[in-house]
């Protein structure tokens, strides 16, 4: 029932986002920050293909992880709410954009039942200097996977 409430609570503070889409323009970040953000929503990627749900959760921001609780949470609402991101045919990364005022990295995924998708990654920079995962959008696309 919790998982269910956060992700309730997730999709009504991610709507703004498909809105601000037309308020985008490209991300300034310099390359090393840059890279840094394609390693963490990769190595996110990753640890859900190797069903790490420890690894997977450490990419998250500090409030996601709250929200979530633990590593268990987390990855069970990943894989009913987000099966295209849990287990993709494929997944292509997109351009880095500013939206708000957030950095956000687009990644293009082909699900398991062949629909597209772009996904939307909030990017949150930690007073450490790293970056997490904020949150993720999930957008229809009218692609279909072969």
Wanted: hydrophobic residues 45%; charged residues 20%; glycine residues 10%.
């Amino acid at each position: 029932m919790r998982a269910l409430a956060v992700l309730i609570m997730c999709l009504l503070l991610a709507a703004p986002w498909a809105q601000a889409q037309a308020d985008e323009a490209a991300s300034a970040l310099p390359p090393a920050d840059r890279n840094a953000i394609h390693d963490v929503v990769q190595g996110q990627l990753n640890a859900f293909l190797a069903d790490d749900a420890g690894t997977a959760f450490s990419f998250a921001s500090p409030g996601i992880q709250g929200m979530f609780g633990d590593a268990g949470h987390f990855m069970a609402m990943v894989k009913t709410g987000y099966p295209m991101v849990y287990r993709p045919r494929s997944a292509s990364f997109g351009s880095l954009v500013d939206i708000d005022g957030r950095t956000v990295q687009k990644v293009r995924f082909i699900g398991p039942d062949g629909r597209a998708a772009l996904a939307l990654y909030m990017m949150e920079h930690e007073p450490d200097g790293t970056w997490k995962i904020d949150g993720c959008q999930l957008t229809e696309s009218d692609e279909v996977g072969a």
